[in-house]
C-alpha cells in the first residue's frame, strides 16, 4: 500500500492569465494531519475544489493513493470546502442519511453515533436552516466522516465554532488521525489551532507552494529565533543579507528584526552589526511560533 | 446509478418538495376543475370533446406551473452546493446526468401525469372515450409530452445551474419559443390556406393542441416521439458538457 495519498504535481490553475494556483507540488503521507496554511486568496480553496473534482485542472497532475484515476479513488475521501453543504429543509439526522444513501452506508444506527459525536444528539427535528453557524460546521463534519474516508479534506472546518467546539473538533480530528489513521488536509487561519495537532504544514502564498515543514521541523526552526533592534533597521537587513547571507528573518512592526537562521552564531551576528557601524538596541534569542513563522515566509502588514 | 437515484429520491420525499407539490396540485386542482367548468358543458360528452373544450386551462396549467416546480427542486441543489456531493464523490458526469434523467426526471412525470391520466380515465370511462381511435396511444402520447417536458426542465436548470435561471429558462422555452414558433406556424401557413407542415410536431405546444383531438397521424406520433428524445438526447450531452468543464462556484 503506497505510503502517499495524495500527490500533487506541478497543480496549476488559471483564470485566463492570471493564475490562482501555480505549479504546486504536495505529497501527502498517510495518517498525517497536513495543515495548509496561506493568506486569503493564496489558492487554497481552489487546490482543495481541485481535488474535489468541482474545477478543473490547467496543468499539472493529481494522484490519490498512487492512482492517477481520481474519480475512482474520490470515493475513498471526503472533502468540506468553504461552508458546509446542507439541505436546510431538512434536519441533521436527514442530511447524514442522504449524504448515507449517496456513499451507500447501510447502518441506520450510525446515523445517531455519529450526531452525537459532533455534539449534535439532541438537535431533533430541527431544520438545518434553523442551525447556528457552529452547528452547521458540525453537521458538515459530520456528513464528512460518516463514510469513514481514509483521507479527509477540510476548509477552514473551526469556521464560527466558539471556543469549546473549536477544541471538540480539533479533539475529533486527532482522535481520526490517531485511532482510525485518517489522512487529513485542513486549512485555517487559526494558525495556533493548527499547531496543536498538526503533524506538518504546507505554507502556500501566492498560488505556490513556499514551504512544506513537519511540526518537528517547525518546533526545531523556532526553538529559537534572534531579536535584533538597532537604530538602523534598513540598514541591518542589508548587513544581514549581504554579509552574512541571512535570507529568513522578518521586519516586525519596522521596529525589530526576528531572524530564523544561524541563531547559534549569535556572536558572529551582533559582531557583523556593529563591525557596521550600527548601534544595536536589543538583541535577544527568542522562541518564536508557528503564527510568527508563517509570518516570516509569507510576511504581511501584521509582520 | 443506485445510490444516487436512492439519494435523489430521498431528498425529493424529506426535504419537502414533494409535499409542496401535492399542496400545488391540490390547490391547482380546483382552479383547474373551475376554468373546465366555464368551458365544458356537456356533461355526457366523451373524452375527446373534454379534452377539446377544456384544452386551454389544462395547457395553461401544465406549461407553466409544472417545470418551475422542479427547476426549482433542481435548482436549490445548485445555489445549496448539495448536487456537489455526487461530484466530489467520485461519479462521472454522464452517469449523474442519466440517473437524474431515470429517477427524477421519470418519477415527477409519473407523479405529475397520475392526477391528469386520473381525470382523463373518470372521463373516458363514465362518458366513453368519443371518437378516440385509441385510447391506449392517447395515454402513451400524453405520457410521453409531460416527460418530455419535466426532463428537459430537469436538464435545463442541471445546465443552468442557479436556481434564478432555472425557474426562468423553463419558461422562456416553453411558454415563449414554443408558443411563438406554433403561432408562427398556425398565422403564416393557416393564412395562405395551407395546412400547417407536420413537421411543427415536435415543438411541445403544437402537440399538446393535437393530442386533444384523439386522431393520431403517423407522423404526429413518430415527430412527438421523436422530438422528445431528440431534445433529451442534446440537452442531456450539454449538461455532461457542462458538469465536465467543472465551473462549480
Known sequence: MSDTVIKLDKLTKAYGKVKVVNEFNLEVKRGHIYGLIGPNGAGKTTIMKMMAGLTSVTKGSMEFFGDKNLDKNRPRMSFMIENPILDINMTARENLEYVGYLKGIPSQEKYDEILEFVGLGKVGKKRAGNFSLGMRQRLGIAMAIISEPEVLVLDEPVNGLDPEGIVDVRNLLTKLSQEKNVTILISSHLLSELSEFCTDYAIINHGQLVETISAEELRIKCENHITIKTDDIPATTAVLEQKLGIKEYKVVHNEEIHVFEKVDELMTISKTITDAGLTILKFVAEGANLEEYYLSKVGGEHA | ?249
Do not use: W
Open chain 2, 1 to 249: 446509478m443506485l445510490k444516487l437515484a436512492k439519494a435523489d429520491i430521498y431528498r425529493f420525499f424529506k426535504s419537502g418538495i414533494f409535499s409542496k407539490i401535492l399542496i400545488l396540485l391540490s390547490c391547482l386542482l380546483p382552479i383547474v376543475m373551475f376554468l373546465i367548468s366555464l368551458t365544458f358543458k356537456h356533461n355526457d360528452a366523451g373524452l375527446d370533446d373534454f379534452l377539446i373544450e377544456s384544452q386551454m386551462p389544462l395547457l395553461m396549467i401544465v406549461m407553466l406551473a409544472i417545470p418551475t416546480i422542479f427547476a426549482v427542486f433542481v435548482g436549490t441543489s445548485y445555489n445549496s452546493r448539495l448536487a456537489y456531493y455526487e461530484i466530489m464523490d467520485g461519479n462521472k458526469p454522464l452517469k449523474i446526468v442519466v440517473t437524474k434523467i431515470i429517477s427524477l426526471g421519470l418519477l415527477l412525470s409519473t407523479i405529475v401525469y397520475v392526477p391528469f391520466a386520473i381525470l382523463c380515465g373518470i372521463v373516458g370511462g363514465v362518458n366513453g372515450f368519443g371518437n378516440m381511435e385509441n385510447p391506449v396511444l392517447f395515454f402513451v402520447l400524453t405520457y410521453v409530452i409531460f416527460a418530455h417536458i419535466i426532463i428537459a426542465t430537469l436538464l435545463y436548470s442541471m445546465i443552468a445551474r442557479n436556481l434564478i435561471l432555472a425557474s426562468f429558462i423553463p419558461y422562456i422555452r416553453m411558454g415563449f419559443l414554443d408558443l411563438l414558433v406554433t403561432m408562427f406556424g398556425e398565422v403564416y401557413f393557416l393564412a395562405d390556406g395551407k395546412d400547417v407542415p407536420a413537421f411543427f410536431d415536435v415543438f411541445i405546444y403544437n402537440q399538446m393542441g393535437k393530442f386533444t383531438s384523439g386522431v393520431y397521424s403517423n407522423s404526429f406520433v413518430v415527430y412527438t416521439i421523436l422530438s422528445a428524445v431528440i431534445e433529451i438526447a442534446v440537452l442531456a450531452s450539454i449538461a455532461v458538457m457542462v458538469y465536465r468543464k467543472k465551473k462549480f462556484k
